[in-house]
């Protein structure tokens, strides 16, 4: 169908803009890269606009699809298309990349470089989203996580613990992320190629890394194998996606990054994680994944409730919002793990919803550090009054990100804890303790960074561009819009999910 | 044997009278003349490059054909090309890199060529004599360019190690051979299969095995597997780069594609055997490899200890060949993982070396002197993160796809240990990489720019960075050679012999 050509052009916008700016920009010259960067994010967001109101729930499983041979001898093919959970992590996406673009005009040094990582990122978790093909997800898992070495490192900043000595350097921080990126990679990779070696097996006529065909096969013929690969696939994934305890490099990497990273990292390089169990280890597997998830709805719980604990704990105002990601990734598992399609749409609006307020908030914690170069609690107070765009915002983010209801986060919260219910209670009454814990470490960051004591050396200017305004305005807008109509998140997703819940009830 | 039949022969005529010719030039030439020998060398290796693809489309040339001891096929052609490309970039990086007032330039385009010569012989012979020769042939004319540097004591110890260790890997090699004729009663590697077949209990003949094994070692010394490598970081630091560069590759390719040849047609009725030498061999090599590059500070000793863990690699493709059964229909994915590393190997190690063969021309040779490149010169420090992100093996580069080759054909044998372990492996060597691309793009140092490359310089980095990208994301031009240069190898023994 040639609906394919939006989705090949939302994949090759920010991979043409880094080409363009590669070749193109003149050194020193950061207005080119600025302005193709703009470019195709504003492509990009109208793309996945499109994309995602022309998705059509009702109809065939995979739309939107283009399929080129490109290796035949193995197996893989250029194969890319949307269901009902990609369509969602599309919109994602697109919000996220302009937004992350807009938040990168602050960056003044070396701006071609940037651009060119930013957007190799973008494209790699574009990519990753939309392929349908499992040696193309790696070589898109790979782009969006290598060029994070080169953000962090080089645009990043030190960690601001309470004692300088215990300080993360920005160097650790990036090295940390991409070595344990690149080990749940690793495992990712050897998973699928058990997959495919088995694929005969199971029924299908020849090898193949295609997703669809490997939908048809039924690896739960072979005995061990689901019961062996699932727990490794799912584990592999929630590296990236923060699963406890393998969420290290989590904080580390979130704080040390620049703002757009920082938001692109938590808005949806985690959910290429959640987005993997989903789409890989649970709908490929699903005997597996009956016979596990279980197991990873308590880890899921420790999730939850270690990370909220560790958020209280935090001076640097990233690492309060990356260890809150920990906590709420814990909320996307616990939910996949209820196996029923009320845990499961939550957990899927908790992705997006999760992916829209963490940016915002890494959004105006980038802002607060940058007019006040410090990011230490300590040091920070009475900030309402010098810069009151920055606390009403951050307090509307914050109200979000602890479930207000009316707002995003509270629909993906409810969902999920009513799908808890039905699974198993007590996990649902430990989970909530998790969000009391939520509402206390937002509130007394919010208190002790706006309300607090005043700081006299602190003299931050509340001058604000208008693209500085402009992003973080649009996602509390998200925020509410999501959080006020869900329904336009939930039914586009809702027979994609009940597909996959069937698989793992053995029904179709 | 008619003489129409020399044709057989023609790469290693054309490289030979090309050799010869280089030399009594280098007689004539004047000796501020003498970069024009290096540039005539590699304008003809080029050609010779073309001349023997038309020649391989043409029908008149036999597609494959055996001499006594000596092959002519596919894969040899295969090879033979590698060679010809390593010679040509090796020249072009040559070029420059020795300075005017050095003695006998025009030798060591010579001697280079000797090498490749010998290299060719090596990929076609059948005969295990014919191996010793070749393999000789292809050594001896390395020792003495590892020393060229006169002046250079360090060059000197350089030859002189890569000299001794040579000396016992001959060694090693000719009284494996002993052994294999002793118990085979033959040399030649298509009798040799048969002997085996019928004589079943042969395979587990000590003397054979201890033959074999032994042939194993002087091949892992040649490819500096471990535990035979300690001589390869410092041969690597003290010969001049443009040497490392070659040393670092054609000699290695040969040899694996000796090995490929041996074991696919020759061996295969010990499989049992060599397979586990090869797993434990392949498990050491890159794990070895992989963790001592971590802490190495000079370029040069960090691509020789990366480039053992590249050979672990390729190891792993032959652990995962699978026994012979006698009607195997398709062509093993092991054997094609192997072909196609070796180009991935080719294009990103010379890439490498060709840029620290220019920085060592500029006093660059430990890590921390990198430090500012990307401001000094952007372009070059740009081309060393590729040609470094494709020996750790990261889409779209082309060492990403022999990685996961490789890594396919383990998990194919049910080797899920060692592909487990060749991908933690990646994940390490993801450090040392990165590490160089750290000092050159995280840390500020003001300083002299470095100037441009030369012309020579920048053609050949080009082609080799071409190669990273257009092989990466178009593997299927190499997938599709190595399948049709495999399948009629496979099919021992070979049924055209001329005598």
Not at chain 1, 95 to 117: P, Q
Not at chain 1, 268 to 282: D, E, N
Not at chain 1, 403 to 411: E, K, Q, R, T, Y
Request: hydrophobic share 55%; net charge positive; proline share 4%.
């Amino acid at each position: 169908m040639d609906r394919a050509i939006f989705l090949n052009a939302f994949l090759f916008s920010p991979l043409a803009a880094a080409l363009l700016i590669l070749i193109f920009c003149p050194k020193g010259n950061p207005v080119f890269a600025r302005a193709a960067a703009l470019v195709s994010g504003i492509l990009g967001f109208a793309l996945s606009i499109y994309i995602f109101t022309h998705y059509d729930p009702g109809g065939s499983q995979f739309q939107f699809q283009a399929n080129a041979n490109w290796l035949p001898a193995l197996g893989i093919g250029y194969h890319i298309g949307i269901d009902g959970i990609s369509a969602v992590m599309v919109l994602l996406t697109g919000i996220l990349n302009l937004a992350a673009v807009l938040a990168s005009f602050a960056i003044k040094d070396r701006v071609k470089e940037y651009f060119i990582f930013l957007l190799l990122v973008e494209a790699g978790v574009a990519g990753s989203f939309i392929t349908l093909d499992l040696f193309f997800f790696i070589v898109f898992y790979e782009l969006a996580s290598i060029p994070m070495y080169f953000l962090i490192g080089m645009w990043g900043s030190d960690g601001q613990q309470a004692s300088r000595k215990w300080a993360t350097k920005k160097e650790f921080s990036a090295l940390k992320l991409i070595l344990y990126l690149q080990l749940g990679g690793a495992f990712i990779l050897v998973s699928f190629f058990v997959l495919y070696f088995f694929s005969v097996k199971a029924g299908l006529p020849h090898r193949t890394f295609d997703f669809v065909e490997l939908l048809q096969a039924h690896f739960s013929r072979i005995p061990e194998l689901p019961k062996i690969l699932f727990p490794i696939l799912f584990i592999a994934f929630g590296i990236e996606a923060g699963l406890v305890p393998f969420h290290t490099w989590l904080p580390d990497g979130h704080s040390a990054a620049p703002t757009a990273v920082s938001m692109l990292l938590a808005g949806v390089l985690l959910k290429m994680g959640a987005y993997g169990m989903i789409r890989f280890a649970c709908e490929l597997l699903p005997s597996g994944a009956k016979l596990w998830l279980p197991l990873f709805a308590v880890i899921a719980v420790i999730n939850i409730l270690y990370g909220a604990y560790c958020a209280l704990k935090q001076y640097d105002i990233k690492y309060i919002i990356a260890y809150s990601s920990v906590s709420h990734m814990g909320i996307v598992f616990l939910g996949l793990a209820t196996q029923n399609i009320m845990g499961w749409t939550g957990a899927l609006f908790q992705m997006f919803s999760h992916g829209i307020i963490t940016a915002l908030l890494f959004m105006i914690a980038g802002t607060i550090y940058e007019k006040t170069h410090t990011r230490n609690i300590l040091q920070l107070g009475g900030l309402a009054a010098k810069m009151p765009f920055l606390a009403v915002t951050f307090v509307l983010g914050g109200l979000a990100s602890l479930g207000l209801p009316g707002m995003s986060g509270f629909v993906a919260e409810f969902l999920t804890f009513m799908g808890t219910f039905g699974f198993e209670r007590i996990l649902m009454v430990l989970g909530l303790l998790g969000l009391i814990l939520t509402a206390l470490y937002i509130l007394l960051a919010v208190r002790k960074i706006f309300f607090g004591a005043d700081n006299p050396s602190l003299n931050p200017e509340d001058a604000h561009a208008w693209w500085e305004k402009i992003p973080v305005a649009a996602l509390i807008a998200c925020t509410l819009l999501f959080g006020i109509l869900p329904g336009i998140i939930t039914s586009i997703s809702q027979n994609s999910l009940i597909s996959v819940i069937h698989l793992m009830k053995g029904i179709g | 044997m008619k003489i129409s039949h020399l044709i057989i022969f023609a790469p290693e005529i054309a490289v030979l009278s090309l050799a010869l010719l280089l030399l009594i030039l280098d007689w004539v030439t004047p000796k501020r003349k003498k970069v024009w020998i290096g540039y005539f060398s590699a304008i003809m290796i080029l050609v010779f490059m073309g001349g023997f693809l038309c020649l391989a489309k043409n029908r008149f040339f036999p597609y494959a054909a055996s001499f006594h001891g000596f092959i002519f096929d596919a894969f040899a052609l295969y090879f033979k090309e590698l060679f010809l490309l390593v010679a040509f970039l090796v020249t072009l990086f040559s070029v420059n890199f020795f300075k005017q007032e050095d003695e006998g330039q025009g030798e060591y385009y010579a001697l280079l060529l000797f090498v490749t010569l010998g290299c060719f012989l090596l990929v076609s012979s059948a005969d295990l004599l014919m191996l010793f020769l070749s393999f000789e042939m292809m050594s001896i004319p390395l020792y003495v360019m590892c020393a060229y540097a006169k002046k250079d004591s360090k060059s000197s110890e350089s030859g002189l190690k890569y000299f001794l260790i040579g000396a016992i890997t001959s060694a090693l090699l000719l009284y494996g051979i002993s052994l294999v004729y002793a118990a085979t009663g033959t040399t030649n590697l298509h009798l040799f299969i048969d002997g085996l077949v019928s004589a079943n209990k042969l395979a587990y003949n000590p003397i054979l095995l201890l033959g074999v094994v032994l042939m194993l070692c002087a091949f892992s010394f040649k490819i500096a597997a471990v535990p035979f490598h300690m001589w390869a970081p410092d041969v690597y630091e003290g010969a001049p780069a443009p040497v490392v560069a070659f040393l670092a590759v054609s000699p290695k390719i040969a040899v694996i594609g000796l090995m490929t040849r041996l074991f696919l047609a020759g061996m295969q009725p010990l499989q049992p055997l060599w397979v586990f030498l090869f797993a434990v061999l392949a498990a050491l090599t890159m794990t070895v490899g992989n963790l001592a590059a971590l802490f190495q500070q000079n370029l040069k000793r960090l691509l020789a200890y990366s480039g053992i863990a590249q050979m672990g690699y390729i190891l792993v493709g032959f652990a995962s060949i699978q026994p012979f059964f006698k009607n195997m229909p398709t062509l093993q994915i092991g054997y094609q993982a192997i072909l196609f590393y070796l180009a991935a190997y080719l294009f990103s190690d010379l890439a490498a070396f060709g840029i620290v063969t220019y920085l060592s021309a500029h006093g660059i040779e430990e890590i921390k002197s990198l430090k500012g490149l990307a401001e000094k010169n952007p372009m070059l420090a740009f081309l060393f993160l590729i040609s470094l992100l494709s020996l750790a093996g990261v889409p779209p580069l082309v060492g990403f796809v022999g990685k996961f080759y490789l890594f396919l054909a383990a998990v194919s044998s049910k080797l899920y240990w060692l592909a487990v372990l060749g991908v933690v492996n990646s994940v390490i060597s993801l450090f040392y990489y990165l590490r160089v691309a750290r000092s050159m793009y995280f840390e500020k140092e003001e300083g002299v720019s470095i100037p441009y490359p030369s012309f020579s310089m920048q053609v050949a980095l080009l082609v080799a960075i071409f190669g990273i990208l257009a092989v990466g994301v178009y593997p299927f031009v190499i997938t599709h050679l190595s399948i049709q240069v495999l399948t009629p190898l496979s099919n021992v023994p070979i049924s055209h012999a001329m005598k």
